[in-house]
């Protein structure tokens, strides 16, 4: 079973650009779809971004897209997730989880990662 790791969360200041990443241990991506999610206190959790990691091929929420940037290192079984001009309104956890199917929503998540904490200081 593959284990999923974040990190790169922290203290980001408004406009800052935080990267965060998604390593897998103990098993590999290929063959999954790998999304990014956030969950700020006391709201559901919710899509950020998507890619498949055999082609690629990515997906976004509307309420990161021209902001983010959702990328993958196939050697290092990675998946990043840029974030640029960041708002208060992006403070959440992260998480990372994975699936088989699009749109890759929070319920057809196989696995998921303990995630990593943005907090936004203006």
């Known amino acids: 079973q593959v284990q999923l790791v974040e990190s790169g969360g922290g203290l980001v200041q408004v406009g800052g650009s935080p990267r965060l990443s998604c390593a897998a241990s103990?098993?590999?991506?290929?063959?999954?779809?790998v999304g990014w999610f956030r969950q700020a206190p006391g709201k559901e959790r919710e899509f950020v971004a998507c890619?498949?990691?055999?082609?690629?091929?990515?997906s976004a929420a509307d309420s990161v897209k021209g902001r983010t940037t959702i990328s993958r290192d196939n050697a290092r079984n990675t998946v990043y997730l840029q974030m640029d001009t960041l708002k208060p309104k992006d403070a959440a956890t992260y998480y990372c989880?994975?699936?088989?199917?699009?749109?890759?929503?929070?319920?057809?998540?196989?696995?998921w990662g303990k995630g990593t904490q943005v907090t936004v200081s203006s």
């Open positions: 989880g994975t699936g088989n199917s699009l749109p890759l929503s929070p319920s057809r998540v196989d696995y």
């Open positions: 103990g098993g590999t991506f290929i063959g999954y779809i």
């Open positions: 890619i498949s990691f055999d082609e690629g091929i990515t």
